[in-house]
């Protein structure tokens, strides 16, 4: 993989293996260009994302590996009298956006021969990747932090993998994982590996095709930054090819209790200083150091966009306003609504907001 290289040392991705990390140097992998979006490539006898596969960058051995995730409905409602639309990911098979980087991530690992494989998460990746992993054939074990709610570890073994529950916050769990990882695990990170990336950007090339027109701001939950990221970069290979004429304006949501990249955008470096892996309601975000945090923080400048932060009473009150409009989601993605209220009447439409997780997934 060409294109693939590791962003310190600049030496690509080996040829075979999956590591997580650069082997040389052990600085993180990422994409330097991206197969450009080309309408006339479209596969629309694939199933899911599966229509947009020119843009993955797989091998040609790569499996199709789907559970039909993608074509999530965009639902309009009024707000303050301003056209909201409401892009509702939490409808893919397994409740979350993850899906979309799953399908194209285990199809990678499986072009590579992988049989087994572990991963780390707060509880909607894992799940992703379990459900992704058996439909492949892959054996799968998960790390999680022993907070994260019941119906998402459930959800894990119902699938088949094994569970390993971490005791103390989010970052035992990845550190947990990277001694499995040391110990030759394969680690299928959604964090560090990058090819979930590209399914991401499937949600900019749907929001294309179903709003028709250039989207003047579009606004996400923001843990570790993979689906802003990912949405940016399918924003810009529209942009290029024409589809559209320009970025929207990127929005990133952050629980207060765990907020780094909202702080470096509020406070500059200062701000850093007082970032905790604090409590919060939004379990899916609770990440202090985002491993791609630099380039989600430039992408976000680069638009435009800004970085906000939610208090917990906003989260749980923003969850039930959006249970009130017919959208079931977990306090993860209902950080989104206060930082919607702050820009309604100041921002031209069409606005977007991505509701990433079902309300399902927090039910105790």
């Known amino acids: 993989m060409e294109d693939l290289i590791c962003t310190n040392c600049h030496r690509p991705f080996p040829e075979s293996g999956v590591p997580y990390r650069c082997p040389a140097c052990g600085g993180i992998f990422d994409f330097t260009s991206l197969p450009p979006f080309n309408p006339a490539r479209l596969e629309a006898d694939l199933p899911g994302i599966w229509r947009y596969r020119h843009t993955f960058g797989l091998p040609e051995n790569s499996p199709v590996v789907s559970l039909g995730e993608g074509n999530t409905p965009l639902v309009w409602d009024e707000m303050s009298g301003?056209?909201?639309?409401?892009?509702?990911?939490?409808?893919?098979p397994t409740g979350s956006f993850k899906d979309r980087g799953s399908a194209v991530l285990v199809s990678f690992l499986k072009s590579r021969g992988v049989e087994s494989a572990v991963e780390d998460s707060s509880g909607n990746a894992g799940a992703s990747f379990a459900?992704?992993?058996?439909?492949?054939?892959?054996?799968?074990?998960?790390?999680?932090?022993?907070?994260?709610?019941?119906?998402?570890?459930?959800?894990?073994?119902?699938y088949g993998a094994e569970l390993t529950r971490i005791l103390g916050p989010r970052s035992n769990a990845a550190e947990a994982v990277r001694r499995a990882a040391e110990k030759g695990a394969v680690y299928a990170s959604h964090a560090y590996l990058p090819h979930g990336l590209l399914g991401y950007a499937t949600v900019a090339f749907e929001l294309a095709q179903q709003i028709g027109r250039d989207i003047s701001m579009v606004i996400v939950p923001v843990g570790q930054g993979s689906l802003l990221l990912g949405m940016a970069r399918g924003f810009a290979s529209l942009k290029q090819t024409g589809v559209i004429s320009k970025v929207p304006r990127l929005v990133g949501v952050q629980a207060r209790a765990c907020a780094p990249l909202w702080a470096l955008f509020a406070y500059g470096p200062a701000g850093l200083g007082w970032v905790a892996e604090g409590e919060t309601a939004a379990e899916g975000i609770r990440i202090r150091y985002p491993i791609h945090g630099d380039a989600v923080f430039k992408i976000v400048e680069e638009s435009e966009g800004l970085f906000s932060a939610a208090d917990e009473y906003e989260i749980i009150t923003g969850q039930q306003s959006l249970a009130r409009r017919g959208f079931y989601v977990e306090p993860t993605s209902a950080v989104v609504?206060?930082?919607?209220?702050?820009?309604?009447?100041?921002v031209p439409g069409p606005i977007v907001v991505v509701l990433t997780g079902s309300g399902y997934k927090s039910i105790q």
């Open 82 to 92: 301003q056209d909201v639309a409401f892009k509702l990911e939490y409808l893919n």
């Open 131 to 158: 459900a992704y992993a058996a439909r492949s054939g892959l054996q799968a074990r998960v790390f999680v932090p022993d907070y994260a709610s019941g119906p998402k570890r459930d959800q894990i073994k119902a």
């Open 337 to 346: 609504l206060p930082a919607l209220n702050k820009v309604l009447g100041k």
